[in-house]
């Protein structure tokens, strides 16, 4: 099996030319494995960790509540904010400068063909990263992603997770808050869950920033462990 992963850190990039680009790739990997099932074919299938930092934007998932963003096109253009209805899973969430959002386009045939599990695994990536700066974090039954304090009247959300799968090759992917804005969800009904909070790494730090290269590298630590796979650093 196949399971290298070549990753790739686009900097800081527009979120419609980030998901242009993932969806490339994302395409490039079905178009092949439809060619090798056609042709009778055994050609790799690649998989990828795209990192990138986007501008202010809210992005909807498919199934999600637009009613959920609480701006209009007005008050977005006044944030400085863009907002694109996308098609991942879940519901609003906000991405921005300070965040470290991961996308790995992977052929989950190369690994295991779960769904579930993929999602649970990349929970843990952050649960241990989270682990490693001092910072107790958990799932919360029902409602993907990582959050702290979880059952208590402090709950609050550090991580969201949405994505998308077909023919078990997935694309979107995590938005860790390192060093984001908090304000900016003040705007939304985060992930469409009302009466939670959101929080920041640096914020539960205590700090003003955090090292966004320092998080990363725990990050593929902790990704590379999971999933068992070689790491490729692709520039």
Same mark, same amino acid.
């Given at each position: ?13 527009? &979120? ?17 494995? @439809? ?47 863009? &907002?694109?209805? +996308?098609?991942?899973?879940?519901? +609003? ?21 779960? @769904? ?9 990536? @952050? ?7 001092? @910072? ?14 979880? $059952? ?5 959300? +550090?991580? $969201? ?22 304000? &900016? ?43 068992? $796979?070689?790491? +490729?650093?692709?520039?």
């Amino acid at each position: 099996m196949n399971k290298k992963i070549i990753v790739r850190d686009l900097g800081m990039m527009d &979120y419609k030319m980030a998901w242009e680009y993932q969806e490339s790739i994302f395409e490039s990997i079905v178009n092949q494995k @439809i060619s090798n099932k056609r042709e009778g074919l055994n050609i790799e299938t690649s998989n990828y960790f795209l990192f990138v930092e986007h501008p202010h934007v809210y992005t909807l998932g498919k199934s999600g509540d637009v009613s959920n963003l609480l701006l209009d096109e007005k008050q977005l253009a006044s944030k400085g904010a863009t &907002y694109y209805k +996308i098609n991942r899973g879940g519901d +609003i969430t906000y991405h921005g400068p300070g965040q470290i959002v991961g996308y790995p386009i992977l052929d989950l045939e190369n690994f295991f063909t779960d @769904i579930h599990r993929y999602l649970r695994l990349l929970e843990e990536v @952050i649960i241990l990263t989270l682990q490693d700066f001092g @910072i107790k974090s958990s799932r919360s039954p029902g409602e993907t992603g990582v959050w702290l304090d979880v $059952a208590t009247p402090f709950a609050r959300k +550090i991580c $969201a997770m949405g994505v998308r799968a077909s023919r078990w090759v997935t694309m979107h992917g995590f938005a860790l808050n390192v060093n984001s804005d908090l304000g &900016y969800f003040d705007n939304i009904v985060p992930c469409g869950i009302r009466g939670k909070g959101v929080t920041s790494l640096n914020v539960e730090l205590g700090v003003d920033a955090v090292a966004l290269c320092d998080v990363q590298k725990l990050v593929l630590k902790h990704f590379k462990e999971l999933f068992e $796979a070689e790491l +490729i650093h692709d520039r």
